[in-house]
């Protein structure tokens, strides 16, 4: 597949996992790393071999399925930082009780994400069977707690007749980088995929996005959009999407994007379009004493070299995780070959009530033979004036014709009915007709020609 891309301006900013939690005052939290590990002593590193990197799902608000996977700990750390002064971090698992003490003070990241107060974070967390969700909290002077962030996980045996869900990334634990810019520049991205399972949600292990506070701009308004692929890139984008969400956001990952779709997506090829929809607004902000005016941006997690023939980018490469069904083998798999669309049809299917449709599985000729290619749809709507009727007929030569059998006065058993014949040629003719009779104003019994 032909990977198309767009060249923007790069700017040089901070690569880490910062994001902002939408509050009246301004909160933010970095995640330096998250990951499921089986050491009891709380420190600061990478994760090793044995243990398992989630940094990028846990920012994301959902860890997944860890079940079977013989860790005893979810070890975090990072820092958060506000405006309102706070004296400890806290976390709580489920509904039970805040665990406090979990804050050092460290003077090297005060202002260095906006806030006026900040403290870090470096602790394990136990992991208890169930559906768990963990929520961060911040104890403020006035002795509040203030939530921050929350993720969650599952640590159970699921279900062996239901599907078995997890996260797959284009690239796993991939788009920590600045990369994707959709701005005046660029206010669109999108990649086509195709999948071998289900899937039922769609996430960004991290995003970036312009902050009125800091400030760099108005606050970014964007939009999601699923489509199910049909013939080429081109198509596809000119059908209505079938799942859409919108976003506001407030500065970085605010709010986190998870989106999930409440029904499964079939196994097949998509398109997935992230587009920032006020590009053009401009806001006057003060900084270092002078006036500048500044746009929204949208900033997708950057990836470098994903297969060519599994994904197929509009601008630069970006990471998405996909809420996908287990299959066996790779979920991704190689995009199919642009065709061309057929033509669109006129009727609008939508406008009738019911469609019958004939072909060569449940119909012949008048001669009893095989009616081989053809394939004809009638379509009826009852109006309060009679009966609109619309047929699509494929697959017929020049000279074949479709009819409509009518029985005025219902003298159906008395008389011949009355046909409608749509005959095929170089030009569209059509016949009122019952072998025996035409219009009064018609001599001719053989059909009378009413195309006007």
Request: aromatic fraction near 12%.
């Amino acid at each position: 597949m032909k990977k198309v891309l767009a060249t923007l301006v790069a700017v040089v900013m901070l690569v880490s996992l910062f994001s902002l939690v939408s509050h009246a005052e301004y909160m933010g939290r970095c995640f330096d790393g998250a990951f499921l590990t089986n050491n009891a002593e709380a420190n600061t590193h990478v994760p090793t071999s044995e243990e398992k990197d989630v940094k990028n799902d846990a920012h994301a608000g959902d860890v997944g399925n860890i079940y079977g996977l013989g860790y005893s700990y979810i070890h975090v750390q990072g820092w958060l930082t506000d405006d309102d002064e706070f004296e400890d971090i806290g976390f709580q698992v489920n509904d039970g009780e805040i665990t406090w003490g979990k804050g050092t003070y460290d003077s090297n990241i005060i202002g260095l994400t906006g806030g006026t107060y900040a403290l870090r974070f470096n602790f394990n967390i136990t992991i208890i069977e169930g559906d768990v969700k963990v929520t961060f909290y911040e104890k403020l002077k006035s002795g509040d707690a203030k939530e921050a962030h929350a993720f969650t996980y599952v640590n159970k045996e699921p279900d062996p007749n239901e599907k078995k869900f997890s996260n797959v990334a284009i690239l796993d634990n991939g788009g920590g980088a600045i990369g994707t810019w959709l701005n005046t520049k660029n206010d669109t991205a999108y990649v086509e995929f195709t999948t071998a399972g289900a899937f039922k949600g769609i996430s960004l292990g991290v995003y970036w996005a312009s902050n009125p506070n800091v400030p760099n701009g108005p606050k970014a308004d964007w939009k999601f959009e699923l489509f199910k692929f049909e013939y080429n890139v081109e198509n596809t984008l000119a059908q209505n999407p079938v799942k859409t969400k919108t976003v506001t956001s407030s500065a970085d990952n605010d709010p986190a994007f998870k989106f999930d779709f409440g029904e499964e997506m079939p196994a097949g090829t998509y398109i997935a379009k992230f587009t920032i929809t006020n590009p053009d607004k401009s806001e006057v902000f003060v900084v270092n004493g002078e006036e500048s005016s500044k746009n929204p941006y949208l900033v997708l997690p950057k990836i470098d070299n994903p297969d060519d023939s599994k994904f197929t980018y509009y601008n630069d490469p970006f990471n998405i995780v996909l809420n996908a069904e287990a299959v066996d083998g790779a979920f991704f798999l190689a995009n199919p070959e642009d065709t061309a669309a057929p033509a669109k049809s006129i009727i609008d299917e939508s406008k009738y009530d019911v469609s019958y449709k004939i072909n060569k599985d449940n119909a012949t000729n008048w001669a009893n033979g095989n009616i081989n290619g053809i394939d004809v749809t009638y379509f009826f709507k009852v109006e309060d004036d009679g009966l609109a009727v619309a047929v699509r007929g494929i697959g017929l030569k020049d000279g074949e014709y479709v009819q409509l059998n009518f029985n005025p006065g219902n003298y159906l058993w008395e008389v011949p009915g009355q046909f409608i014949s749509v005959v095929l040629g170089e030009n569209l003719k059509v016949m009122q007709h019952n072998h025996k009779n035409g219009l009064l104003a018609d001599d001719n019994p053989g059909g009378a020609d009413i195309t006007d």
